[in-house]
Each structure stands twice: as structure tokens, then as C-alpha cells.
């Protein structure tokens, strides 16, 4: 096992407590809890004037074919909303549900079993390939999906039509089912992304240039096999709720299939620039799109409905910026938070010392300035005993201060030797 040693040189490590105390502050989800409430309000307000008309799509399949329809789509949707998420948007995932499709339905006759898992090991197969070119290779993600994506066009084209197909159709039970399985997925798989750790953990991943190396591979690998895998479980269930009476089963449109998903996947909230997103957004897009496609049919607008998808592209982009804007820290806040920790901090807290008295000790200092000369200090002005009596009034010490009481040097004592002598005495 390899351990990264440390280094002793001049400079010291650049990283230092304020670095790591002086992290941005969260993404705020508030935004996207909003943006999630209008979605559900516009795709509940579509689905009622949906429900209203006597024509269009609606009216010929009613609930079950809108949800053999939404299925899908919301798989689609949460394939590209996680390509997203870890910074290499999958475009292929109409070409690779358009492989899956074509797989499930040719190997149909072998059981319903051998077919699924034929049709997931496709999707998983092309997965491989565009994770490595993503995770390994470092190519741009839309540049490794669109290889992926033209390749599987163009075996698609040589391929020819798949064998009969052998299984009855899915119930609407069963639609239901998938229905519910694609949008509980797509909540857990938003909820998984809203935990901050996992966000930092996708933050070098959107900070590093493309083409340069973040660390982040496997994480790279991961999310895209699994985008991979939800496009493939989206055209196997395509092929499988869309079993006409006679003759070829009706493949996906792949290049229609991509731009619903994209669409989708941005107008739920998913950023273009990776890492931020919400929770319930990718589903209620995937539903308010459906909605006002199949709406369009329903009342004869004079315009294909592919455009609304298109268009859903467009208004994505508005939102990813919406998204980006909202999440961006205000200078309040980054000086709130980059002041975290400081030293400076510390010394505002403690109280502050009080005032020095200036001159007060002025006499004293010409005190201690004339001990230092060789002058005389109970002669110095000041507040100090003066000259003839340094002990206060007692006059207790008086005598040895006059020389007319000693001898030569008038420190001799009543009664007692003269200093001289203990002097010359002990001085020899």
C-alpha cells in the first residue's frame, strides 16, 4: 500500500485551518422545492385539460396507454438527469433504448427471462463502452455519447427489422408497476444527490476542467453504466407496452427519445454544469412534457409536437442558469463564512486593556536616571525622602550622614570601632 510521505522544504503546506474552516456554504434546495411545487402544479393543470378532450391519444388509450407512455420516458429522463450529475451528459440514451429494444424483442422467442436479461447485457454493453471513454479516456461526455449514439445509428440502419415478436403484451397492471418502480427510483436516486457529502464528493468532478484530471473516475464509471442501464430498461419497456396486433413491433425513435429525455431532465432542475439537482423535479418534467405533447395532438396545433420537446431544451437552459444563480453565495455570506476561524477574531473578543497613565512615573524615572549618573538619589525632586532625613522624621540615621561625627570617612559609631580599622584589618 502506497502513503504519501511528507515534504520539508522552504515553503510551508498552503493549506492551512482557514482553508479548511472557509468551505462555501451548501446548495440551497429551497429553489429547487419551489421550482418542484410549479412543476407539479403545470403537469396537474396539463393532465386536466388532457382528460377534457374527445380527440388525440388520450382519448384512443386513455389512462393506460398515458402511463405505457410515461413509463419511459421518466426512466429516460432519470438516465440523462444522472449522466448530469456526475459532469458527462449521456446522448445516447435513444440509441442505446433503441439497442435494448431490438435485442428484447429478437430474442423474445427464447422466453421472457432469456430476453430481458439479452436486451440489459446490450444497454450494459454500450454502457461499458462509453463509461471507459468517459472515466478513463477523460472525454467530454456529450462527445463520447454522440460516438456511441452515431454508432449505434448506423448499425441500426444495416441491422434490418428483428424477428416476430413472441410475448404477450405487458398489462396495464404491469404498467403500472414499471411506473411506479421508474418514478421511485427517480425520487430515491434525487434524494441520494441531495446529501451535501455526496455533493462535495461531485464538486471536483464540475470544478475541473474538461480533459484534466479530478479523481473522481470511478464515480464517473458508475453513474454512467447506470444511465446506460435506465435507457436500456426504458426501450425494453417501450418494445414491451407498445405489441401491435400483427406485423414488426414499433421500435423508439431514438433521436426523439433523447431530446424528451434532455428536456426532462433539465426543465426537473438537474444542472447542465453537474453536481445540483432536486429530488421530485425529473418526474413531474417527464410528466408535464408527456402532457403537452399528447395536449397538442389532442387540439390540432399547426406544429409538430417534437418541438415542444425541443423547446424543452431551450427553457432547460433558463432553469439551469435559474439553478446556478440561486445557489451562488451572497458576499455577506462568504465573509461570514471566510472569517471562520481567524486569529483576528479571537483578539476582537478579549477586552480591551485599560488606558495608560502618562507621567506618572516621571519622578520616579529621574530617580533611577540619577542612581545611574552617580548622583545623589534623596536629592532628586520627586516625591522620595529628601536629603537629611531618608527614613522619614525619625532621625534615627542621621549621624551617619555627618561627617563631623566620624573620622575620616564619618562612619564610625558611639562606643564602638572605627571602620578604618576593620578595614585595614581585614582588608590586608
Known amino acids: 500500500m502506497k502513503f504519501d510521505t511528507l515534504r520539508r522544504d522552504d515553503d510551508r503546506d498552503?493549506?492551512?485551518?482557514?482553508?479548511?474552516?472557509?468551505?462555501?456554504?451548501?446548495?440551497?434546495?429551497?429553489?429547487?422545492?419551489?421550482?418542484?411545487?410549479?412543476?407539479?402544479?403545470?403537469?396537474?393543470?396539463?393532465?386536466?385539460?388532457?382528460?377534457?378532450?374527445a380527440a388525440g391519444p388520450f382519448a384512443e388509450g386513455s389512462w393506460g396507454g398515458f402511463v405505457a407512455a410515461l413509463a419511459p420516458l421518466v426512466l429516460l429522463a432519470s438516465a440523462v438527469a444522472v449522466s448530469l450529475r456526475v459532469g458527462a451528459v449521456n446522448l445516447a440514451v435513444g440509441p442505446i433504448a433503441l439497442l435494448s429494444a431490438w435485442i428484447f424483442v429478437d430474442a423474445s422467442g427464447s422466453g421472457t427471462a432469456v430476453a430481458l436479461a439479452m436486451g440489459m447485457a446490450a444497454a450494459g454493453f454500450a454502457g461499458f463502452a462509453l463509461a471507459t471513454l468517459c472515466a478513463w479516456l477523460?472525454?467530454?461526455?456529450?462527445?463520447?455519447?454522440?460516438?456511441?449514439?452515431?454508432?449505434?445509428?448506423?448499425?441500426?440502419g444495416t441491422a434490418g427489422e428483428p424477428s416476430a415478436f413472441m410475448l404477450a403484451e405487458l398489462p396495464t397492471t404491469g404498467a403500472l408497476a414499471a411506473l411506479a418502480g421508474a418514478v421511485g427510483l427517480s425520487l430515491f436516486m434525487g434524494l441520494v444527490g441531495s446529501f451535501a457529502g455526496l455533493r462535495e464528493r461531485l464538486a471536483p468532478?464540475?470544478?475541473?476542467?474538461?480533459?484534466?484530471?479530478?479523481?473522481?473516475?470511478?464515480?464517473?464509471?458508475?453513474?454512467?453504466?447506470?444511465?446506460?442501464?435506465?435507457?436500456?430498461?426504458?426501450?425494453?419497456?417501450?418494445?414491451?407496452?407498445?405489441?401491435?396486433?400483427?406485423?414488426?413491433?414499433?421500435?423508439?425513435?431514438?433521436?426523439?427519445?433523447?431530446?424528451m429525455a434532455l428536456g426532462a431532465a433539465l426543465v426537473g432542475g438537474t444542472s447542465l454544469l453537474g453536481r445540483r439537482g432536486g429530488v421530485c423535479g425529473t418526474a413531474f418534467a417527464a410528466l408535464l412534457l408527456l402532457g403537452l405533447m399528447w395536449l397538442s395532438e389532442a387540439r390540432g396545433w399547426s406544429f409538430d409536437p417534437s418541438w415542444i420537446a425541443l423547446g424543452a431544451i431551450i427553457a432547460g437552459f433558463l432553469v439551469t442558469r435559474l439553478v446556478e444563480s440561486m445557489n451562488t453565495p451572497d458576499e455577506d455570506e462568504l465573509a461570514s463564512t471566510g472569517r471562520a476561524g481567524e486569529v483576528g477574531d479571537l483578539r476582537e473578543d478579549e477586552p480591551p486593556l485599560p488606558p495608560q497613565r502618562e507621567g506618572g512615573y516621571d519622578d520616579y524615572d529621574a530617580d533611577f536616571a540619577a542612581v545611574g549618573s552617580g548622583g545623589d538619589p534623596w536629592s532628586a525632586t520627586g516625591s522620595m525622602p529628601r536629603a537629611g532625613d531618608p527614613f522619614g522624621a525619625s532621625g534615627a540615621f542621621d549621624d551617619l550622614r555627618d561627617p563631623r561625627l566620624g573620622g575620616e570617612y564619618g562612619y564610625e559609631a558611639h562606643g564602638g570601632p572605627r571602620y578604618d580599622d576593620g578595614r585595614g584589618r581585614f582588608g590586608r
Open 14 to 53: 498552503s493549506t492551512s485551518s482557514m482553508d479548511v474552516l472557509s468551505e462555501p456554504p451548501a446548495d440551497r434546495m429551497a429553489v429547487h422545492v419551489v421550482w418542484e411545487i410549479g412543476l407539479l402544479l403545470l403537469g396537474g393543470g396539463v393532465l386536466f385539460a388532457l382528460t377534457q378532450s
Open 205 to 259: 468532478i464540475r470544478d475541473t476542467p474538461a480533459g484534466d484530471r479530478h479523481g473522481r473516475g470511478g464515480v464517473v464509471f458508475i453513474g454512467l453504466l447506470l444511465s446506460c442501464c435506465l435507457a436500456g430498461a426504458a426501450g425494453v419497456l417501450t418494445a414491451w407496452t407498445s405489441v401491435p396486433a400483427e406485423g414488426a413491433p414499433a421500435l423508439p425513435d431514438p433521436i426523439l427519445l433523447s431530446v
Open 138 to 156: 477523460r472525454v467530454p461526455g456529450w462527445a463520447a455519447g454522440g460516438a456511441v449514439g452515431g454508432a449505434l445509428g448506423l448499425w441500426s
